[in-house]
T-cell receptor, first 114, second 113 residues
């Protein structure tokens, strides 16, 4: 069975500071891993995905994530936070070959202080 | 290119009623999935359809059902509504199951009173 744990339900950073959102997964088979962002009253937008190619994945809006099998982690980072990054971020896993049933973490709400 | 369209955006229903939500995927997308989002349980998978066939189903009671039409549009139905069914219901579409990446709609906010 697959599961996702996001450490920290709320993260606050200053504008221009490093953003680090943590995600650990559990999967009995090689996983696909995803990060999504959700702005208020909107659906989910895909930031990036890991599908067993490069372990360092670059996404939209300057975000990237590194797949570390030994640590079962897929942390999301951005070198410099912008006010517009304030949103809720979700890490998700699915077994390879069956992306339809994504299993999401509980989400991390990112606040960006001016 | 139009995105994933969910209708209606907001819905208020009474306990015991039934409701049907609609999802129109991106043109050319044949795979549609549904998720329920609540503050307590977070995002939970409901079902996945591809070429009018249900491929996967989440752990929800039989009151939750869905279908997909030949034009890939999908509907989900909830019968005998309960207060706990109040949630944001999200639909996502993709070219096909696999690693193509799912595009989500803005959701339907269902309130059961």
């Amino acid at each position: 069975a697959q599961s996702v744990t996001q450490l920290g339900s709320h993260v606050s950073v200053s504008e221009g500071a490093l953003v680090l959102l943590r995600c650990n997964y559990s999967s009995s088979v090689p996983p696909y891993l995803f990060w999504y962002v959700q702005y208020p009253n909107q659906g989910l937008q895909l930031l990036l995905k890991y599908t067993s190619a490069a372990t360092l994945v670059k996404g939209i809006n300057g975000f990237e994530a590194e797949f570390k099998k030994s640590e079962t982690s897929f942390h999301l980072t951005k070198p410099s936070a912008h006010m517009s990054d304030a949103a809720e971020y979700f890490c998700a896993v699915s077994p390879q070959g069956s992306q339809g049933n994504l299993i999401f973490g509980k989400g991390t709400k990112l606040s960006v202080k001016p | 290119k139009a995105g994933v369209t969910q209708t209606p955006r907001y819905l208020i229903k009474t306990r015991g009623q039934q409701v049907t939500l609609s999802c129109s995927p991106i043109s050319g997308h044949r795979s549609v999935s549904w998720y329920q989002q609540t503050p307590g349980q977070g995002l939970q998978f409901l079902f996945e359809y591809f070429s009018e066939t249900q491929r996967n189903k989440g752990n929800f009671p039989g009151r939750f059902s869905g279908r997909q039409f030949s034009n890939s549009r999908s509907e989900m139905n909830v019968s005998t509504l309960e207060l706990g069914d109040s949630a944001l219901y999200l639909c996502a579409s993709s070219l096909a199951p696999g690693n193509y990446g799912y595009t989500f709609g803005s959701g339907t906010r269902l309130t059961v009173v």
